[in-house]
């Protein structure tokens, strides 16, 4: 779908104050289009969710398979193969077996330059060598990242992708994940609540307006009511997108709820008490459910064609509870010992903490999968539409750059084959980024479906064993 065309598709309400209310896709309003997806569906889409540390995977050193599935790749994805291997983390997504794509045999093409999670931070969705100055930490990628490529070719003019960030900011090792190009590094927002500002136009909203919704006496929705109602008293409007703008508008006051209520004691809170919560890794879990609604949202109105979450900062630093006890940091737990260096003395059972944040993660992005796929679509749901795509910058606890996964949800109408559990065979990652780019819309130099993304030494092409026939 070419810029023009998107922009023809998206919606507002136009309310006091500036607020502008992005709509989702109504099947009954839509242009007539030559695109593949059904009629009313949102554009296609690519989220993508970052984890640290590597997974809990079978190692050299006799820690035994945590992650992956019992059974072998080529074995079809179903709710009951998932739920038996209970004793993996990707058990977590049994629900969503038959959207899933799960993909192995994808390694990193270059070394880091002084850190390895650095390294990992600036391949994993670029496909691009790691800078030789500066290096170490503060080391950057040579190339864009797919999020980046996907906006700047499908978006509209100005769109940026949207960048988010859950968990605390340390000063070292912060964001590492998407890039405009090379050395260019893009600042990610901690806050949900201003991202949800910047995209439906509060930011602009008179201080007291803004004031009434913090103390829920308004809502967004009561700002743009004139049109709201204009626009449900069409008679042109199908029982469908009747329902569907009422989710819409009831999942815009939860939105408004969830965030100005707080995240504690369910007392109402202020802007300010979400801002403080941020930074506590007591409320990291809150705050990633926060990101992922305004996500959806955002993806539901067209109002961006791509984003980013980031977990924790490059090292991941956050103390997450497990089995009711506040843990030390998970980059120790990664390391199995109280030190973020190679000497320190044991965590007791750290491999098995590890697999229980891997679990606690993929729990959360089954909360962004439950709410894509919430939202209804004529051709299924939300989820459909695009893909959500669950990584790390790391594989394993040996910070390795060979076998990292990455989960794929959704089949962005149709263009991806979902579920299967796929070995790509060792291929550098630019294929699986350049699968996603081609999947999304984006195109090679030529007009064919991108399949030469990253780095120009690397072999081109994409993982064809989950690209749908004719995409």
Excluded at 109 to 122: L, T
């Amino acid at each position: 779908m070419n810029r023009r065309s998107q922009s023809s598709r998206r919606r507002f309400l136009r309310g006091m104050g500036g607020v502008a209310m992005a709509l989702p896709f109504l099947e009954s309003l839509a242009p007539r289009k030559s695109a593949k997806a059904a009629d009313g569906d949102a554009p296609t889409f690519a989220i993508f969710i970052r984890q640290g540390n590597g997974f809990a995977q079978e190692t050299f050193d006799g820690e035994p398979e945590r992650f992956w599935p019992s059974f072998g790749p080529g074995t079809a994805l179903t709710t009951a193969n998932l739920s038996a291997d209970s004793d993996r983390a990707i058990s977590e997504l049994a629900a969503h077996a038959g959207k899933l794509t799960i993909v192995r045999g994808v390694n990193f093409a270059f070394p880091g330059n002084g850190c390895g999670h650095s390294g990992g931070g600036n391949q994993v969705l670029t496909a691009a060598r790691v800078s030789e100055n500066p290096s170490g930490n503060l080391s950057l990628s040579e190339g864009e990242s797919i999020d980046n490529r996907i906006v700047r070719e499908l978006g509209q003019a100005g769109d940026e992708p949207l960048t988010l960030y859950a968990g605390r900011k340390l000063g070292y090792l912060d964001e590492v994940l998407s890039y405009r190009g090379a050395h260019d590094l893009r600042g990610a927002e901690q806050n949900p609540y201003n991202v949800y500002q910047d995209l439906f136009g509060l930011s602009m909203v008179d201080p007291e307006e803004l004031e009434a919704i913090r103390q829920r006496r308004k809502s967004v929705n009561d700002l743009v009511r004139t049109d709201m109602q204009a626009l449900l008293s069409r008679t042109d409007l199908s029982k469908f997108d009747r329902d569907r703008l009422q989710l819409h508008f009831d999942s815009i006051r939860d939105l408004e709820n969830g965030i100005i209520c707080g995240l504690g004691d369910g007392e109402v809170a202020n802007l300010e008490q979400m801002q403080a919560n941020v930074d506590n890794d007591d409320y990291i879990e809150d705050v990633m459910k926060l990101h992922f609604d305004v996500l959806a949202l955002a993806m539901a109105c067209g109002a961006r064609r791509s984003a980013t979450l980031q977990i924790g900062c490059g090292n991941d630093q956050t103390q997450y509870w497990v089995d009711g006890v506040k843990q030390k940091t998970f980059h120790k737990i990664s390391h199995r010992i109280d030190s973020d260096g190679d000497m320190g003395d044991p965590i007791p059972d750290a491999d098995i903490l590890h697999h229980k944040i891997d679990r606690k993660l993929l729990g959360l992005f089954k909360y962004l999968l439950d709410k894509l796929a919430s939202y209804p679509m004529p051709s299924g749901s939300l989820l459909d539409c695009g893909v959500a795509v669950y990584t790390n910058d790391l594989s394993n606890k040996w910070h390795s750059y060979d076998d990292v996964p990455y989960i794929l949800a959704g089949s962005c109408g149709g263009a991806l084959k979902t579920g299967l559990y796929v070995d790509a065979g060792g291929v550098a990652n630019n294929k699986v980024l350049s699968t996603i780019g081609a999947a999304v819309g984006c195109k090679n130099g030529g007009g064919d479906p991108l399949d030469d993304f990253g780095d120009s030494s690397l072999p081109t092409g994409r993982i064809d064993s989950i690209v749908s026939p004719g995409f």
